[in-house]
């Protein structure tokens, strides 16, 4: 694209740039959220970032949402939903709602939000969790046909995961100026966005929902977790996210703040490289893998270095996901075991492996963990040398490549699906680009798992796998996240159990 | 009779044209007049002595975990023991140890680097300075460019490419510091090439190589020890900026400016993580200055650097 | 002295292209960041035809030939990460990181000029080495450390500044500090060995000679000329920052062009890599040759030799 950029429009924004940013708000009407890292679009399926997914909550509204006290999934701007036959969902849409521009929302908007997402030459991030949905029909302006590829029982929760756009905006404004100006439904709407610096949301006064307390949001950009810190029990900020479990007390004893935790879906893991995408590698061999995950005392590592702020996994199900099986019992240390399955799979004198680490983004205290577990293996005979890949972005594309072997950090969201599928198919199932194992029995139980709308059957499946996945000890597995926020003592807050923050539900502490 | 050189040399430290000194004897007792330097000197030959001999006088390896000992504080502090005197870092390893053992890291980097730096530095300021034409402008263009493209992106690139390792470092670190040698150097040898022993020789029928590596390069030696001294705090200091980046020395090696980097997090509350390594690298920096300062002012007081 | 800003023209102009030239060369070496544009599912044609759209089959002399004709005219590209225009977003964080910078020259020469005349008055005394040891341990520390310190003190406990952001006259005080006592040392360094060179002048020795009293000496006569290497100093400085500038911005969360400049080399983002650098080697640049214009002005000498 060619554009001339005229001196006089340079300057323009030189000068816009240096005005002061102290805008209208007061404290008392103004909530500060802190993020690490901006998101690079408001165009939420457009983009990975988990931030770009939690700052679409608060300017779109899905079809469906997700109560935070019972978990489960409730109408948001779908009322009510049912299936017609095996591969229909029909929809029923909220009445009386409208955009930020005015326009009213009905069926249109549902259909071009979706067809936009799923159509192959637009590329959109999202494109593959919708991928089930063949084609979406208007049924009349408040009810909408979902046709799918086969039976969708994930369907329900998937309504969660896709935002709202205004079909009038998608329609008439270009590309670029989307990935901007997001016209959504939610209950704030978008002031402005200063890159890399903060965002500036403002109250939605003729939200359909509950209305939310505060009248302005900031969401300021600020990289160093100890500047963060700092910032909360200054006063500067009001929540914060992801603080280290080692930071806790900083915060506990400030007077200024409390910090408050809650189980998450993010599931953490070391990835072996069963498949051998990267090649030959000790990992192919089962006892080596079994090994791996008796060597390290993970239960001993939660409690000290992440001050039990973990919960063990004994795959990489997580305790929330359907389909989870509370009876397996996870790898328990065992040092001489370990060393005679390495000697028996051919590797008396130990053997040495490369392990790719990346740093903090999602995972809290991941480098020591990584320490920790490494000085762990090295007990079993594992001589473990950590190559540390400085950028996630760049680890991420590694990884997808097929390059992330032998062993490499990798922890799931489930993309807030609480279902086990949602973790078997991207991170086990053969051949998918974050998954390093092969299996064709498991991927046969995979693809029964979701072609059924049998939660009970479901459920059964689900049990096999894991004992499948334990069994054949196909990644090592650590255990579930637990997210951990600072907060305010201005401010009443929950930390939310989807990794999703919602500025729409705070509200100021009672003295 | 002052030669005019271009202000920017001036305010490097081009020396302005005196006889040059007699350097067979430079009176020993004049060292009581750099007793600071002196006394530096002493301090320096403290820490490289602890990191040469760190196997014997580390109380423990640096690398063993102990994770339910991490976050130790200080001996002197509640809640410490005389078992870790500095206390433990955010695994559980010793960080007085870390700190004996980081400080092989960083001399190692420092002195390494300084070398190729000042080699390369030198002979590209020799031959600017003494051919001058084409071959002055094409290397002068060269160093401007190198001292205007930032040292930081520069790292970036080539640490991206090649990967970060010890080696690495070390001939990132020294390339990126070459021009200021050879800045200084050039105008050095722009004024020493017009003296009569030079064109002497020249007369004599000596060859290019010979004028250079016999009678100007000695009289250059003291500002070149003098600039290489007071680079290896700064190099020492880059590393550490390095490492903060995450592009440095990996761990779990210990070096002063990766510890740093691990420890920022815990500034608020285990304090001693980052502070230690910062204190060293300070200690470290300070005293190479003075011990630098004292070494120009002995071996030649109008030395401007 | 037109033939002097000339010559400082054409010197300025290959310096900037010679940045450009490195910048290219090195990101184009480093890695492939159409793996990182490609959504999940893409397959070897897809990725075949975006090395294509992107132009980046082509040899490197005609890549670079395509960017600099185009960068001339204002158009740096698209960035890969966000889809806006290079050129915009890095426009945007300028203006930070320019006053962040001057900021920190000002702070800088603030604790460089004093002791470093100083120094150059009392040569060889402890009060040099004094001098030496209070400006290196503004470098000696970390800036990182000096920064969260800063921020411990100032804004946790004694709740006078705010922590970090940017915005107000306040937000400016300690990143403009710690970036400041970063480059106190060589600036103090380099304004010591101006003035110490100014002082043994001939026509000081006369002032001297002729009886004035030792501060006018100094004021009247030094100090106008000391600004000379002043000023050089400021320009040379200049070029250094951008690495004291990317720790300080992310301490500070400060907006500013570094920070992107550290990101976008991470994300392969070359189009805005390429522009920061290049435009950044302008603003230096154009530094330098203002420098150099003033020194000539006030220093005849300068201009006509060499």
């Known amino acids: 694209m060619r554009r001339r950029i005229s001196i006089g429009f340079a300057l323009s924004l030189l000068l816009l740039g240096s005005m002061s940013l102290a805008d209208a708000q007061t404290k008392d009407d103004t909530l500060v959220y802190a993020l690490q890292s901006d998101v690079d679009t408001w165009d939420p399926p457009n983009s990975v970032l988990r931030e770009a997914i939690i700052l679409g909550y608060h300017v779109f509204d899905h079809l469906a949402a997700r109560d935070l006290k019972t978990r489960r999934v409730g109408p948001s701007l779908a009322t009510a939903w049912k299936t017609i036959d095996d591969t229909t969902w029909e929809v029923k849409l909220r009445q009386g709602v409208k955009f930020h521009d005015g326009s009213p929302f009905t069926a249109k908007d549902v259909k071009a939000s979706f067809e936009r997402v799923l159509d192959p030459t637009k590329k959109m991030t999202a494109r593959g969790n919708h991928a089930k949905i063949k084609g979406v029909d208007i049924v009349d302006d408040y009810t909408v046909r979902f046709r799918t590829d086969g039976p969708y029982p994930l369907f329900v929760e998937r309504m969660t995961a896709l935002v709202i756009h205004s079909e009038k905006a998608l329609r008439e404004k270009p590309h670029e100026w989307v990935q901007e100006n997001p016209i959504g439904t939610g209950p704030y709407k978008l002031v402005r966005w200063n890159r890399k610096q903060e965002h500036l949301l403002v109250r939605n006064d003729d939200y359909w929902g509950a209305k939310p307390h505060f009248k302005h949001v900031r969401i300021r950009i600020i990289p160093e977790q100890a500047t963060q810190i700092a910032e909360l029990i200054s006063g500067g900020v009001d929540i914060i996210k992801a603080v280290p479990p080692d930071q806790m007390d900083v915060i506990d004893k400030s007077g200024q703040a409390r910090t408050a935790s809650s189980p998450i879906l993010r599931t953490a893991m070391l990835q072996l490289d069963q498949a051998a995408r990267g090649g030959p590698n000790p990992f192919t061999d089962r006892r080596v893998r079994q090994a791996a995950n008796l060597a390290v005392d993970a239960d001993a590592i939660i409690k000290h270095v992440l001050n039990g702020l973990g919960d063990r996994t004994a795959t990489a199900v997580n305790p929330m996901a359907f389909g989870w099986d509370s009876g397996l019992k996870p790898y328990k240390q065992d040092l001489g075991r370990a060393k005679k399955l390495l000697a028996e799979a051919g590797f008396p004198n130990g053997v040495d492996i490369t392990f790719n680490t990346g740093p903090p983004v999602v995972e809290p205290a991941i480098q020591q963990t990584n320490d920790a577990i490494v000085a762990d293996m090295a007990k079993a005979g594992f001589r473990v040398k950590q190559n540390y890949i400085g950028d996630n972005t760049v680890l991420v594309a590694r990884i997808k490549e097929g390059k992330g072997g032998p062993m490499f950090n990798w922890s799931w969201g489930y993309y807030s699906v609480f279902d086990a599928d949602a973790i078997l198919y991207d991170v086990f199932k053969c051949g998918e680009n974050y998954s390093y194992y092969c299996n064709k029995e498991l991927d046969d139980m995979i693809h029964a798992g979701r072609s059924t709308l049998d939660q009970k059957k479901r459920a059964e499946i689900y049990v096999k796998a894991q004992k499948l996945l334990f069994d054949d000890a196909a990644y090592l597995y650590k255990w579930g996240l637990r997210g951990v926020w600072g907060i305010s003592n201005r401010v009443e807050y929950q930390a939310p159990a989807d990794e999703v923050d919602r500025m729409f539900l705070a509200t100021p502490r009672k003295k | ?305 | 002295m037109k033939y002097y800003a000339l010559r400082q023209l054409i010197q300025l102009a290959v310096v900037v292209v010679g940045i450009s030239m490195l910048v290219f060369g090195i990101l184009h070496v480093i890695g492939d960041p159409v793996l990182l544009l490609l959504p999940q599912n893409a397959g070897k044609e897809e990725y075949e035809r975006y090395h294509k759209m992107l132009g980046l089959d082509k040899p490197i002399p005609v890549q670079y030939w395509k960017f600099a004709s185009r960068a001339v005219q204002g158009d740096f590209g698209t960035s890969w990460y966000t889809s806006t225009p290079a050129f915009k977003l890095v426009l945007e964080r300028m203006p930070p990181t320019l006053y962040l910078t001057t900021a920190g020259l000002v702070m800088a020469l603030l604790i460089a000029l004093p002791l470093g005349i100083l120094a150059a008055l009392k040569r060889h005394s402890f009060v040099d080495n004094l001098c030496t040891m209070l400006a290196v341990a503004g470098q000696a520390m970390p800036i990182f450390w000096l920064g969260i310190m800063l921020i411990i003190i100032f804004a946790v406990r004694l709740k006078v500044l705010p922590a970090s952001g940017y915005g107000t006259w306040e937000h400016f005080l300690m990143p403009a500090f710690t970036l400041g006592a970063f480059l106190a040392p060589i600036t103090m360094r380099l304004v010591r060995s101006g003035v110490i060179e100014i002082l043994n002048m001939e026509y000081i020795r006369t002032a001297r000679a002729k009886g004035f009293a030792e501060p006018t000496v100094i004021v009247k006569h030094a100090f106008r000329n000391a600004c000379i290497p002043v000023i050089t100093v400021l320009g040379l400085q200049f070029g250094q920052l951008l690495g004291g500038a990317i720790v300080t911005e992310t301490v500070f969360a400060w907006p500013g062009v570094a920070t992107l400049t550290v990101d976008s080399i991470r994300n392969q983002d070359f189009p805005v890599v390429q522009c920061a650098v290049v435009l950044l080697a302008l603003i230096i640049v154009a530094v330098n040759f203002v420098v150099d214009m003033v020194v000539g002005l006030l220093d005849p000498r300068i201009r006509l030799g060499t």
């Open chain 2, 1 to 305: 009779m002052k030669t005019v050189t271009a202000s920017t040399d001036v305010a490097l430290g081009a020396k302005t044209v005196a006889p040059a000194p007699r350097r067979s004897r430079i009176p020993l007792r004049r060292l009581w007049r750099f007793k600071w330097g002196v006394a530096a000197g002493a301090v320096m030959l403290l820490v490289v002595a602890s990191a040469v001999c760190a196997p014997w006088i580390a109380p423990y390896s640096p690398v063993t975990v102990d994770i339910q000992h991490r976050l130790g504080p200080p001996a002197w502090m509640e809640g410490g023991t005389r078992a870790h005197l500095l206390g433990t870092d955010q695994i559980g390893r010793d960080l007085l140890s870390r700190v004996i053992y980081g400080g092989r890291v960083s001399l190692l980097i420092g002195t390494a680097a300084v070398l190729v730096s000042s080699g390369i530095g030198v002979l590209l300021g020799l031959a600017a300075g003494y051919f001058a034409g084409r071959i002055d402008w094409t290397i002068m263009t060269l160093v401007n460019v190198m001292l205007t493209f930032p040292f930081v992106l520069l790292a970036l690139a080539v640490i991206a490419v090649l990967g970060p390792s010890l080696v690495n470092m070390i001939i990132v670190l020294g390339v990126a510091d070459w021009p200021l040698y050879a800045r200084v150097i050039r105008a050095e040898t722009m004024a020493i090439r017009e003296r009569e022993f030079v064109l002497a020789g020249r007369a004599l029928g000596m060859s290019h190589v010979r004028i250079i590596f016999n009678q100007i390069l000695p009289n250059l030696v003291s500002v070149i020890v003098v600039i290489a001294t007071l680079q290896v705090a700064r190099v020492i200091i880059l590393e550490s900026f390095l490492s903060f980046l995450g592009l440095g020395v990996q761990p779990p090696t210990p070096a002063w400016g990766n510890m740093l980097g691990e420890g920022r997090v815990y500034m608020l509350n285990s304090w001693w993580i980052a502070t230690f390594p910062g204190l060293a690298i300070f200690i470290t920096t300070l005293t190479i200055n003075l011990m630098g300062n004292a070494l120009r002012d002995w071996l030649d007081p109008h030395m401007k650097v």
